[in-house]
């Protein structure tokens, strides 16, 4: 079946940090992939996607690139903010799939 | 501005109390979503409606009920056989039908539910 898994921390960094949270899927076909972010007590609102291989999303100073060859997704950003401080998704959905599929998440706390 | 609003935001329940859960979207987006989330969790897809007058269920469906009788709106009632209730839902949409590649989810922000 379907599956996502990414690194489930907690990640703290310093301000300014290098982060990288990885995210490895499992799927049939040739799905889409997303990036969810979700600050506490609301819901989960878009970062980034990308539909096909080699493809990089990229909002607000992070990026991932869709690569086939390894099935992963890998979230970076080269300085964090304290702004920042936020539980990460990783998603998929496969073309002919009709759900989505997520990672449990991985939550980034940034100190200044 | 468009949408999707979830009442009430925290919601307390008796232990054999049926709840409902709104969802309204104003997004004219067909597709919705019910999914769970349990702290430490990822989300787990409850149930999912593509048109109106039909849904289909998730891999958490039991102890749940939905409606879809407008396009707008997609109740969801958490019944007294769900036997461990307390978590915090969130509704989603996505435009255009599910085959499509290049859909996306927008999600509400939540309603957290508490059974005393």
């Known amino acids: 079946g379907n599956s996502v898994t990414q690194m489930e921390g907690p990640v703290t960094l310093s301000e300014e940090a290098f982060l990288t949270i990885n995210c490895t899927y499992t799927?049939?076909?040739?799905?889409?992939l997303f990036w969810y972010v979700q600050y506490p007590g609301e819901g989960l609102q878009l970062l980034l996607k990308?539909?096909?291989?080699?493809d990089k999303g990229s909002n607000k100073g992070f990026e991932a690139t869709y690569r086939k060859e390894t099935t992963s997704f890998h979230l970076e950003k080269g300085s964090v903010q304290v702004s920042d401080s936020a539980v990460y998704f990783c998603?998929?959905?496969?073309?002919?799939?009709?759900?989505?599929?997520f990672g449990p998440g991985t939550r980034l706390s940034v100190l200044p | 501005d468009g949408g999707i609003t979830q009442s009430p935001k925290y919601l307390f329940r008796k232990e054999g109390q049926n709840v409902t859960l709104s969802c309204e979207q104003n997004?004219?987006?067909?597709?919705m979503y019910w999914y769970r989330q349990d702290p430490g969790q990822g989300l787990r897809l409850i149930y999912y409606?593509?048109?109106?007058?039909?849904?289909q269920k998730g891999d958490i469906a039991e102890g749940y009920s939905v409606s879809r009788e407008k396009k707008e709106s997609f109740p969801l009632t958490v019944t007294s056989a769900q036997k461990n209730p307390t978590a915090f839902y969130l509704c989603?949409?996505?435009?255009?039908?599910?085959?499509?590649?290049?859909?996306?989810?927008?999600f509400g922000a939540g309603s957290r539910l508490t059974v005393l």
């Open positions: 997004l004219n987006h067909d597709a």
């Open positions: 998603a998929l959905r496969t073309n002919y799939g009709q759900n989505f599929v």
């Open positions: 409606s593509q048109i109106v007058n039909d849904f």
């Open positions: 990308a539909t096909k291989a080699d």
């Open positions: 989603a949409t996505a435009k255009g039908g599910h085959l499509s590649g290049a859909n996306v989810l927008t």
């Open positions: 799927a049939t076909g040739y799905p889409s």
